[in-house]
């Protein structure tokens, strides 16, 4: 899955039970020449190919810095981390610390840790993610306000 690099404008929708992240995928024009570039824009009326993925028990999101530029500052820079492409961390800390977080409780159970995974999108303007048990990715021609509004639908389902 490559999404557009220079304009993906991701969205993350979610409540207490269901995470979505929406951004736009890479379009591969066939008569590109490398003269010129396309612009994008969130409300563009035509389709554009978007890529809807939902996160399975979700229990931790975080979406922001860094961007692109200064995304060799992240604590994971040089321990395979890469832009422009989804990753899952093993052995993250991040599941480490809400784990030891959440021990605290008298219903912990430390096997319901084993399935969860920290998954990383370095975006161009930001930087996503969440510690779930796995996504699931849907792809398709729609408009942002479209898809929106569906992943609101089931939110409130």
């Avoid at 991040?94 to 219903?107: D, F, P, Q, R, Y």
């Amino acid at each position: 899955m490559q999404w557009d690099t220079g304009a993906p404008f991701p969205y993350l929708l979610q409540n207490d039970y269901r995470t979505f992240l929406v951004f736009f995928l890479r379009d591969v024009d066939p008569e590109w020449d490398g003269t010129y570039v396309n612009i994008r824009h969130a409300d563009d009326p035509s389709p554009g190919n978007l890529a809807v993925v939902e996160f399975k028990r979700c229990i931790c999101t975080r979406m922001g810095t860094p961007n692109d530029e200064v995304f060799h500052g992240h604590p994971l820079n040089g321990k395979g981390l890469r832009r422009y492409s989804p990753l899952r961390v093993k052995n993250s800390l991040w599941v480490k610390e809400l784990e030891a977080i959440n021990s605290i409780h008298e219903g912990y159970r430390p096997e319901s840790w084993r399935s969860l995974n920290h998954y990383i999108f370095g975006f161009h303007d930001c930087t996503f993610e969440c510690v779930a048990e796995s996504f699931l990715v849907e792809v398709g021609a729609t408009t942002i306000p479209e898809v929106l509004a569906e992943i609101c639908g089931k939110l409130v389902q």
